[in-house]
């Protein structure tokens, strides 16, 4: 069959595509990964990309799904529109934590990390051997430092709860911080446990539900690595990175889950932003005072039920006979969305391990379910600490009743009684 067009043009050579879902040919295994492993070449890198035209002799792709996968579809599309190499690997020289995080004990241990890789951060050093063959093995993590300016820190300064110390918190409201980026890396084994279901059973879900986009989470039972097109996190580190992991350090702490109507546009509706704010807070007062703060933003916007979802709940709260009340607030979700939350906290606490943390002095929450996991996975929670009436947005006084009606708003640490009381419930801030 003739390749040539009208005029004697040629046709563009047609490209093979390679299929994951089932190991390739009689070239090299995959890289071992042995999960829980405290010295990173006995773990083993995580590989989740592969190419074409990659020297056969170079051991591939060993995990499921793709870097960057919440935004792999617009990097397809830049490299199907020419703008992007297929074959392009990055170079990282320069690229190094701009800060040294860890190692520390709970790297090694496989059942206090499952959802991050702790190496992910080292790559370019602890791999630099692999990536000098030609692996191509990527960061997960990036450290690197910056300031942030809230104005309300800076009202905070002026009503005498904050002081500029010109170190951490500057007179024209800069804050000096640490912020690390982190992608999801999920090692399967790990993932299952947490939420006590079988790994066969739920990576049929995942296959099911994704609509089949990875066929190899039913196919390649021996890749143990996912990496999910789910956004990750940042983590803001306030006061001495270097005190983490220390018995002595004091640390203060605020999971945040994403709420961008209120977190970047100011939204009245909830008490994100404001709560938001006042962990920033509180993680300053602790680094003044020689421990460490640290905010977690997770994107997890809606409650992990996005955002269409969430306006769709807001006109039908305000719609319902009777107008918004505190006691059909959770009703309402759960008749558009099926359920009331999807954040699945369980993973939650990884990434305080990943920092060292063994105790938190200050949780900047008072959600159940968030200080549950983390007391689960041996985090020990010292004091929990509510938002401000005065903080309270007007319009937010329904959330923040129906909350309290719900058992989640309390001064003190709930009894256990308590707490089995609010298992089944899915609210949060």
């Known amino acids: 069959m003739s390749n040539d067009l009208e005029g004697g043009a040629k046709k563009p ?18 890289l071992p990964i042995s999960w829980g492993a405290a010295d990173p070449q006995q773990r083993g890198p995580v590989i989740a990309t592969v190419h074409k035209d990659d020297n056969p002799s170079i051991a591939g792709k060993n995990a499921i799904g793709t870097h960057s ?20 690997k990055p170079d990282l020289t320069n690229t190094a934590p701009a800060e040294k995080i860890g190692p520390f004990p709970q790297w090694g241990d496989a059942g206090k990390i499952v959802s991050i890789d702790p190496f992910g951060h080292v790559v370019s050093e602890v791999f630099a051997g ?3 063959q030609g692996v191509d093995v990527r960061p997960t993590i990036a450290v690197t430092k910056a300031h942030i300016n809230m104005p309300e820190l800076i009202a905070a300064m002026a009503a005498g709860r904050l002081h500029a110390d010109g170190d951490i918190l500057a007179a024209n409201g800069d804050v000096r911080v640490t912020k690390v980026a982190i992608e999801p890396v999920w090692w399967l084994p790990g993932v ?9 059973e739920m990576r049929r879900n995942l296959f099911e539900q994704t609509a089949g986009m990875f066929p190899e989470l039913v196919t390649r039972p021996d890749l143990k690595v996912f990496l999910p097109p789910i956004g990750g996190m940042t983590v803001y580190l306030f006061g001495d990175v270097a005190k983490l992991g220390r018995s002595e350090t004091k640390i203060a702490c605020r999971i945040h889950d994403e709420c961008n109507g209120s977190d970047v ?5 909830c008490t994100c932003r404001p709560y938001l704010a006042h962990g920033i807070e509180v993680c300053i007062e602790q680094a003044q005072q020689g421990g460490v703060g640290i905010i977690v933003y997770n994107r997890k916007e809606g409650r992990a039920l996005g955002e269409v979802t969430k306006f769709l709940v807001y006109n039908a709260r305000k719609r319902q006979e009777g107008g918004d009340r505190a006691e059909a607030y959770f ?17 939650m606490p990884d990434v305080l391990h990943w920092l060292g943390v063994a105790r938190v002095d200050k949780l900047v929450s008072m959600s159940n379910l968030k200080y549950q996991p983390l007391v689960d996975s041996g985090i020990q929670v010292i004091e929990r600490i509510p938002i401000p009436d005065d903080l309270i947005p007007a319009d937010a006084r329904v959330e923040m009743d129906a909350k309290k009606a719900a058992g989640y708003f309390t001064d003190k640490v709930p009894e256990q009684t308590e707490l089995k009381q609010a298992k089944g419930r899915r609210l949060d801030e």
Request: hydrophobic content about 45%; proline content about 6%; aromatic content about 6%.
């Open 331 to 347: 009703e309402r979700t759960e008749c558009v969305a099926g359920v009331q939350d999807m954040r699945f906290q369980e993973l």
């Open 130 to 132: 692999l990536i000098a």
């Open 265 to 269: 546009f100011g939204s009245d509706i």
């Open 192 to 200: 299952a446990a947490r939420f006590k279901i079988s790994e066969t």
């Open 69 to 88: 996968g919440a935004y792999a579809l617009y990097r397809a599309l830049a490299i199907a529109a020419g703008q992007l190499k297929a074959d392009h």
């Open 13 to 30: 050579a047609i490209k093979p595509i390679i299929l994951t879902s089932h190991p390739g040919g009689s070239g090299p295994k995959p």
